[in-house]
């Protein structure tokens, strides 16, 4: 899509300020509906747009990504813009300067067209978390988009975008992708600087594309990816144009299906995973059946080292360096019952009381518990060390002594798209939404989900997401994988 774009701006068949205007028209129409953007930058967009528009003008060339329009994850700092994280904490919050991702993507000329939903602090699978409003399932509305991305994966599924970015902390990225039928991209830990992204857990989040095809997501990666010395854990790697490795051929390549994760599948999504199995056959790929012995472990050990993580990245919004603080309103606040002036203490207490949400609260809490003096060793420690056999897992999957497979590929979630208000009163049932994404982010391996078949529910046929785990730093292999998998199989 993104080529088909760049073709017609350099052909002038259409002006990037033309193309702009369409996706606000598009918002415009269905966005009081589908609810995916919290804030829309159209002054940006347009300066952004127009300026592209001269450059063709003037006969001088563009990038692929150049004036087309994107949406980002208001977890994700653009200058100058209100960036919430979805949070009352951060409601008045402008970002006084731009995510490392977003400064790529201006060099390169994209159009931002705004801000999008996702739950509070990228915490949730289903967006029901956000402070603001729900994002609801383009494909059905009365179902969530998923989480946290939500408002990112709708944006582009509802044509209110031509892609958009994400963070995938345990999935984020690409249960959403898989609810609404779209491309989701989590980059190899250290592939993306995560510089300017509001933190959620620092060892496991990262930032990638959203996307209509394979293609896309890897046109994106190519021009967000690279070391930043704003993040130390960004890595060293050669700047790649991973679009030039979407060769179309797998033959030969071996994808290993993790037993731990398919033997409880049923029905519908056991179907259509063995016919996108077969399907890889027939493109040549052999398929092996692989142990990944520790999955089991996988959700506790993500819900300890994620919550305690948490626990310390927002322990930074008290009220006095950022966003709103409890006494900022009303002149009352600021005494506190015995009418003196509030300690410090309490400024802090009251604004993280009003400031966070109920799961915001309970990850604090939880994080907080599992590092506490006395517990820190039978929890923290004990899932570093369960996350060193999981990681392990994935090594002697891809490295065994001899051989090993080239990719891993299990269903991206194990349902489609839940209705609204099915799981919100149950964390344990939401949680476990996560259960087949979260070990990429443990292991740290590249993953991507793409549609492969969509099962028909109610009058609507909700999309199913197959995923496919890489080796670290081999986007270009899983990305050719799963493009191969999807020219074949699109009408
Ligand atoms: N749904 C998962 C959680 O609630 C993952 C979130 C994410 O990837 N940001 O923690």
Not at 178 to 202: D, E, H, Q, W
Not at 294 to 312: D, F, G, R
Not at 324 to 349: A, F, H, Q, W
Request: proline fraction near 4%.
């Amino acid at each position: 899509m993104i080529r088909e774009l760049h073709e017609k701006l350099i052909n002038k068949e259409i002006t990037s300020v033309q193309l702009t205007e369409q996706y606000f028209d598009v918002i415009e129409k269905n966005d009081a509906e589908i609810g995916a953007y919290l804030t829309l930058t159209k002054k940006l967009a347009m300066q952004q747009a127009q300026f592209v528009d001269e450059k063709i003008a003037k006969g001088e060339s563009i990038d692929l990504i150049e004036g087309i329009p994107c949406a980002i994850k208001d977890n994700i700092c653009v200058d100058g813009v209100r960036t919430t994280a979805a949070s009352k904490i951060l409601d008045n919050y402008i970002a006084p300067y731009d995510a490392t991702v977003i400064r790529k993507l201006k060099e390169y000329g994209a159009v931002i067209l705004g801000k999008t939903n996702l739950d509070e602090f990228a915490m949730g699978s289903s967006t029901e978390n956000s402070a603001y409003k729900i994002t609801k399932n383009p494909v059905d509305t009365s179902r969530v988009a998923g989480g946290s991305s939500g408002g990112s994966v709708a944006a582009v599924a509802a044509g209110q975008a031509v892609w958009s970015l994400g963070t995938d902390t345990g999935g984020s990225i690409r249960q959403p992708a898989s609810f609404c039928g779209v491309v989701g991209l989590k980059p190899t830990y250290g592939r993306v600087s995560r510089s300017g992204a509001i933190a959620m857990a620092s060892s496991l989040d990262q930032i990638g594309p959203i996307a209509k095809s394979v293609e896309d997501a890897a046109i994106i990666l190519s021009r967000i990816s690279g070391q930043d010395l704003l993040d130390a854990t960004s890595a060293k790697s050669s700047d790649k144009k991973y679009e030039d490795y979407l060769t179309g051929d797998i033959s030969g390549k071996v994808i290993g299906v993790p037993k731990e994760y398919v033997e409880s599948l049923e029905g519908e999504i056991k179907n259509i995973f063995e016919k996108s199995l077969e399907k890889f056959r027939t493109l040549g790929a052999k398929i092996e059946t692989i142990s990944l012995p520790h999955s089991q472990y996988a959700l506790p050990t993500y819900y300890i080292i994620m919550t305690s993580e948490v626990s310390s990245n927002l322990a930074k919004f008290d009220g006095i360096k950022f966003g709103m603080r409890s006494d900022d309103n009303v002149d009352s606040d600021i005494n506190n019952e015995n009418g003196l002036p509030k300690k410090l203490l309490e400024t802090y207490l009251d604004t993280r009381k009003i400031g966070f949400g109920d799961e915001v609260k309970r990850r604090i809490m939880l994080g907080t518990y599992a590092l506490s003096a006395g517990y820190y060793d039978a929890y923290y420690l004990k899932a570093q060390k369960v996350r060193a056999l999981i990681r392990r897992d994935f090594e002697n999957a891809f490295n065994p002594p001899a051989g090993g497979v080239d990719y891993i590929y299990c269903p991206t979630a194990p349902e489609v798209a839940f209705k609204i208000g099915e799981k919100s009163a149950d964390p344990l049932k939401m949680y476990l939404s996560d259960i087949f994404t979260i070990t990429a982010n443990l292991a740290g391996v590249p993953a991507i989900s793409f549609p492969i078949g969509a099962i028909s529910t109610d009058g609507k046929d909700l999309p199913i997401g197959g995923q496919l785990m890489g080796k670290w730093f081999d986007e270009e292999g899983m990305l050719n994988c799963a493009h191969t998998y999807e020219i074949n199989t699109k009408k």
